[in-house]
């Protein structure tokens, strides 16, 4: 059914406010129409209508323009919102913001109907007799926080599991996993691990710190880009601007390595259809070519890298004549490729899900930064890997910590990270101890022991309680900000939310979560505010923090995340702890309290300069930066780069300016440079691991080091520069554990970075692979590769649960199942799409969920474009949508896009949400057809290669 077009009376006005031309002013003056400027270009003719402007109010209230960030990707573009007796009327895209310079995709065009949703969660609910019934926030807190009491008394902390969100500010984010400690529990994730936890294991591991190393704006000065696993043209849609300025000013050269013809592969210089799963044979296949020409940069490797001789080793293996047998790229195509990146420096490599998603994700994008090692392209302005990231804040809530494996900043979860944290809160370190389970598991506390994986949390419910490395099964199940059609196995989910005692759905839309399962009791439905109704930081994909004014005061009965937080925390009985150096102000922790305490605390990555004060500087003067460097041109913030790209060094007072480029050091380190981090020792097996004749600008050491430490200040005659204060705190501690800041401001002051001057490793010797190898997928229909390039053998314990690998493989189901299935992005809509498929605006670009399948499958099979299939995956859950027959996609390869929710195995769910609460547009969830698969070392899902079968369905 067709979605009714809002009519012009309900059309947003806009009138200018002081910042030059309004939107709708500019939109006239471009000839364009006023409702078309979100989908310009994306709907077809019949689509397009003639808007007419509502009359502009000349009385009234004044309009107040309020400054936020987008709420979708993690670009960071600035919005103005036009405010009028407290109803946002209107938005303009940010001309004089840094990232997005006036441009916005259809999303971001959008974002004003998030603060006034029709189809928002108004008020707390609750699941009684298959009724949804509406609940005080007292009474909901009060049963929700005592079912949670008795499961921790009957099953212990572990067995309620906290899953927040990558929507969250900074300050909720960091909030959160402080909330989950002190419940105590390692039971906490979020979204990153499954979009991007391979890219944080995978480049952390290779040269310190696992984000993204330059910035989009920096993508200007490239020279040849790959893109790889990335389709920014429909996911990152003001990110492809970028990129395309790179073409137009450098001619730089662009090569799109993808399953499927994407829009972004239509930009693209050359294009190369990859077999889905093979991305390390394919760099492989690259390097091959780059070392049998002595194309790389011998000299950098030389100074910077270790074990580029052993991934020499396994690269001599991959003749292309082998690399087209397994990627089914030519060697004509390779050595093109391959030519274009060598002679075209610097060149940057881009990839997003497509090359995480997989069981070998950490291994691809190991392979990734090796090529730009290869190349000498990293520490480069126009080089170094651009690593776009999915959600609004995704890079800063896992900079925070909300993750089962480490506490805010990366720390771990040792006792020396714990004792840090728990200096930092000032709580005493035994309670926090007492708080968690005291059984030891396979000699493992706990409490320093890795919590259940947010992609493995359905396994925490179903699994036999004796083969998990915890007290009893997961039974509460907290879903804060998250969408579980995201994940996969969404067979098995339904039956893990049925096996709980408890649902809680914390989001301002109801979620797939809610709908899905027959339960009948047992859920509730608590209304979380969007970020347009809050305020704080958030932190783009390059690193840069920025600051969100609040736009308008809380609708319905929504509250924020962190007052929700306080009145749980209240109710269980730890808010004491949790406050103690935060001001509360009618119920709602103070942002700018909460801003400092991280700041206290954050040493490893640089989170300690940016305080609020800053930040908000720099929000209020987004028109002094430069566009391509992101560096303050005059003004107040001179000199500074935009949000203090992390690492910002020591404390706001010695006012870092942030650093733009990762282990850059043409910069000194106080203006921004970096070495690569000394992370992994000193050396190894007689081998040297530090950096040889290469340090950044003024280092005062003319070579490598190890972190600095009191013991390394001491031995380098440094100690004085510290202050008498300054001692007190440093004695005994290390750069990262220092609280006063001042062994990082001496080590600074000499010219170095205080973590150190080290080699990159190309092969890191603590994971599974070493170097790492092409592994076939566990659902491949290539049994000819399966016993060259095997999986793994199945482990007993990781992430606390054991993990198939060797016996899914062994298992031939290519002939009952001969189709090769991936999934992407839209660029209509966001994640689980909950949010964007109730927005009216985004629903009537895309209303169908659908299947890509090339013209040959369809036909041999026997439907036509348009028709309604079932699409099987190989362990039995199936979907039932549209298909669009399509050479975008191979033959034997078919596409589903992952944003659909509020359909299950055929059935319509649209009558189990709350009344008026159903999103505009519903659709399979294509991960009910998608598998079992597990990297081993992040545990990130597998959505991007298994098996399925399709056919047409019948009436």
């Not at 300054?726 to 990262?736: M, R």
């Not at 095997?790 to 690998?805: N, Q």
């Not at 369809?858 to 348009?866: S, T, V």
């Amino acid at each position: 059914m067709r979605l009714t077009k809002k009519s012009d009376s309900c059309a947003a006005t806009s009138k200018t406010s002081g910042l030059g031309l309004s939107r709708r002013r500019f939109l006239q003056n471009s000839g364009i129409a006023a409702g078309g400027v979100a989908t310009v270009g994306m709907m077809a003719p019949g689509m397009m209508q003639q808007a007419k402007a509502a009359a502009v109010p000349t009385t009234g209230a004044p309009i107040e323009v309020k400054r936020t960030i987008c709420t979708h990707c993690s670009v960071g573009c600035g919005v103005y919102a036009e405010v009028q007796n407290g109803v946002w009327t209107g938005q303009e895209p940010a001309f004089d913001h840094p990232f997005n310079l006036g441009a916005h995709c259809a999303k971001g065009a959008a974002v004003r109907e998030h603060g006034h949703g029709d189809r928002r969660l108004k008020y707390p609910m609750k699941l009684v007799d298959g009724e949804w019934k509406k609940v005080t926030w007292a009474q909901a807190i009060d049963e929700v926080g005592d079912r949670m009491l008795k499961v921790r008394e009957e099953s212990g902390p572990d067995s309620v599991y906290w899953l927040g969100s990558a929507k969250f500010s900074n300050e909720q984010a960091y909030l959160f996993r402080k909330y989950a400690a002190l419940w105590g529990t390692n039971n906490v994730d979020h979204q990153a691990r499954i979009c991007h936890s391979t890219t944080v294991a995978g480049v952390a591991n290779t040269w310190g710190y696992g984000a993204m190393t330059n910035s989009f704006n920096d993508i200007h000065f490239s020279k040849s880009i790959l893109l790889i696993g990335s389709n920014p043209a429909e996911a990152h849609p003001v990110a492809m601007q970028h990129i395309l300025r790179a073409k137009e000013r450098n001619k730089a050269h662009i090569i799109c390595v993808d399953p499927r013809f994407t829009r972004t592969a239509a930009h693209a210089n050359e294009y190369i259809r990859i077999r889905p799963g093979s991305d390390v044979a394919f760099v492989w296949g690259l390097l091959w070519h780059i070392f049998e020409n002595g194309w790389e940069d011998k000299q950098f490797i030389q100074q910077r890298v270790y074990g580029m001789d052993e991934v020499r080793e396994e690269v001599s293996k991959w003749t292309p004549e082998e690399v087209e047998r397994v990627t089914s790229v030519t060697g004509e195509q390779m050595h093109r490729a391959a030519r274009e990146l060598a002679e075209n420096r610097p060149g940057t490599i881009i990839w997003c899900m497509g090359g995480t998603q997989h069981t070998t994700g950490n291994n691809n994008t190991r392979a990734y930064c090796i090529l730009m090692l290869a190349l000498g392209n990293m520490g480069v302005s126009g080089g170094g890997t651009n690593i776009f990231r999915g959600h609004d804040n995704v890079q800063g809530a896992t900079d925070l910590g909300v993750l089962s494996h480490t506490l805010p900043g990366y720390y771990g979860l040792s006792d020396g990270a714990w004792k840090h944290w728990a200096k930092v809160w000032d709580v005493d370190m035994e309670w926090i101890k007492n708080r968690f389970d005291q059984n030891v598991y396979r000699k493992l506390k706990p409490m320093n022991d890795k919590g259940i994986p947010v992609s493995r949390w359905i396994d925490g419910v179903l699994e036999d309680k004796d083969r998990i490395d915890q007290n009893d099964n997961l039974r509460v199940m907290v879903c804060w900000g998250h969408a579980v059609n995201s994940q996969t196995r969404g067979v098995e989910m339904k039956k893990a939310i049925e096996n709980l005692d408890t649902l809680v759905i914390i989001d301002p839309y109801p979620t797939h979560a809610a709908v899905m399962s027959d339960r009948k009791d047992g859920i509730y439905l608590l209304p979380a505010c969007t970020q347009f109704e809050t305020y704080g930081s958030v932190t783009a994909s390059n690193r840069s923090i920025q600051w969100r004014d609040q736009v308008i005061e809380p609708l319905f009965d929504s509250k924020p995340d962190h007052e929700i937080m306080n009145l749980l925390a209240t109710k269980l009985g730890f808010s004491e702890q949790l406050f103690k150096n935060i001001e509360v102000k009618n119920d709602q922790p103070v942002i700018e309290d909460i801003t400092r305490e991280f700041n206290k605390g954050m040493w490893t990555i640089g989170y300690t300069g940016q305080s609020p004060e800053r930040l908000k500087l720099h929000q209020k003067n987004w028109h002094t930066f430069n566009y391509d460097t992101l560096q303050g041109e005059g003004g107040p913030i001179s000199g500074e780069y935009y949000g203090m790209p992390w690492p910002c060094w020591g404390t706001a007072e010695q006012g870092h300016p942030g650093t733009p480029i990762l282990y850059d050091t043409s910069k000194t380190v106080a203006e921004g440079g970096l070495t690569f981090r000394a992370r992994f020792g000193v050396e190894r097996e007689g081998e040297n691991l530090l950096a040889e004749n290469s340090f950044s600008k003024d280092s005062d050491i003319k070579d490598g080091y190890p972190e600095f430490s009191d013991k390394l200040l001491k031995k380098l005659g440094w100690w004085d520069d510290l202050s008498a204060a300054e001692k007190v705190q440093a004695e005994g501690k290390n750069w990262k554990t220092d609280l006063s800041g001042g062994i990082q401001r001496v080590a600074i002051k000499h010219g170095c970075s205080p973590f150190g001057n080290a080699k990159a490793r190309a092969v890191v010797w603590t994971f599974p692979d070493k170097v790492p190898l092409h592994r076939e997928p566990l659902y491949s229909s290539r049994r000819d590769l399966v016993s060259k390039y095997p999986t793994w053998d199945d482990a007993e314990s990781i992430y606390r649960l054991p993990t198939l690998y060797k016996s899914i493989q062994d298992k031939d189901l290519s002939e009952k199942y001969p189709i090769t299935m991936t999934s992407g992005r839209l660029v209509e809509y966001e994640g689980g799409g909950e949010e964007t498929r109730s927005n009216p605006w985004l629903a009537e670009l895309q209303q169908e969920m659908f299947v890509e399948v090339n013209p040959v499958d369809a036909n041999n099979i026997g439907f036509r474009d348009g028709d309604d299939v079932w699409v099987e995956g190989a362990e039995g859950g199936k979907v039932l949508v549209k298909a669009l027959v399509t050479r975008r996609v191979a033959e034997g390869v078919v596409f589903m896009p992952f944003h659909f929710g509020g359909r299950f195995q055929g059935k319509n769910l649209t009558d189990k949400y709350p009344k008026g609460a159903a999103p505009y547009v519903t659709g399979e969830a294509a991960n009910t057809a998608f598998t079992y698969g597990y990297d081993p070392v992040t545990q990130m899902q597998e959505t991007k290669v298994t098996l399925c079968r399709i056919n047409k369905a019948t009436a």
